[in-house]
């Protein structure tokens, strides 16, 4: 698909979604809700679901592993890594909340937003869809440009795919968000639902992380991802490159072009493998890889070109 019919249908999704907000909240008499209210449910889908689904199917996934005589040392030294990246990424965002992030949403609210929306369902609904849709365009960013790629390699590095590969993140991948979460904020939506929202999408991610569950049915997988999707995403086969972007829905990846079904075996992990689970390498070896790349590429122009260029690009001799 051209990047011309790339824009405009993009901006023909985000137009339909805002404008079905703005519009059911100025004609529908729609009941409002308490931003304590919205927080609760939230902390309840997002937060707690770590105690009530995440933590309780990671460990179905270990007894998987053992069931078929997987569970070797080089899993459990990959997951602790997933999670000591996690612990670095945690402490990164909570960096950026404090001295950035929620300032820089609540100031464009207040001076830079359309009609601010209040908190009802429609709303709530859109901004979860909205999110969803920048989550689509945050990650094939990450993907299709070297600095992207350089943070976002270190989540696909992994030969193994379970839950705890869902918490496998990169020193840069609480910025990029960022980028396309602010545009919802501009479109009126609530900076807090924005970013609850945000979160919202990236559990529903963490699911989709496993090798249990197999194919479900055709309306589903039509409609939204699926485990079977996300695997394909890890896959360093060729035909897997680059593909299945999605987080709730997998109709952006079909509407814009980048959906591949499931057939061939994954295999995962990168095109050039990492081969360690020391956790300060694998968090730190995309941006390391970058540096080796820009030390070695000659001319100014050229070195930022690496930067937002695809991972494979190399200068023309």
Avoid: C
């Avoid at 945050?138 to 030969?159: L, N, P």
């Amino acid at each position: 698909m051209s990047n011309s019919k790339l824009f405009i249908y993009s901006l023909l999704i985000i137009a339909v979604l805002a404008g079905a907000a703005h519009l059911a909240t100025n004609f529908l008499d729609l009941k409002v809700f308490y931003s304590e209210t919205v927080e609760y449910w939230f902390y309840i889908v997002n937060d707690l679901s770590l105690v009530y689904i995440i933590i309780p199917f990671f460990f179905i996934e270990i007894i998987r592993y053992a069931v078929i005589k997987k569970l070797g040392k080089d899993v459990i030294l990959d997951s602790i890594a997933n999670v000591v990246t996690f612990g670095a990424f945690i402490v990164i965002e909570y960096i950026l909340a404090l001295l950035a992030v929620v300032k820089l949403y609540y100031w464009v609210h207040y001076n830079f937003s359309l009609e601010h929306l209040p908190l009802n369902i429609v709303t709530i609904f859109t901004a979860i869809l909205l999110a969803d849709f920048a989550y689509y365009w945050d990650h094939r960013m990450m993907h299709r440009i070297g600095i992207g790629w350089a943070t976002h390699t270190v989540h696909h590095s992994s030969e193994h795919f379970n839950m705890s590969v869902a918490y496998r993140f990169g020193p840069l991948d609480a910025v990029f968000p960022i980028l396309f979460s602010l545009p919802i904020v501009m479109l009126g939506f609530d900076p807090l639902l924005v970013l609850l929202a945000e979160v919202f999408v990236q559990v529903f991610q963490t699911l989709l992380h496993t090798e249990i569950i197999k194919k479900l049915p055709k309306p589903i997988e039509l409609i939204f991802n699926t485990p079977s999707h996300h695997r394909v995403h890890h896959g360093s086969n060729r035909q897997y490159w680059d593909k299945n972007y999605a987080g709730i829905l997998i109709i952006w990846d079909r509407m814009l072009g980048t959906f591949e079904p499931e057939v061939e075996t994954v295999r995962y992990g990168i095109s050039e493998p990492l081969n360690s689970v020391n956790p300060i390498k694998v968090f730190f070896h995309g941006i390391s890889r970058l540096g080796r790349k820009l030390s070695q590429t000659k001319g100014i122009i050229n070195k930022f070109k690496v930067l937002i260029k695809p991972p494979d690009w190399t200068p023309s001799k």
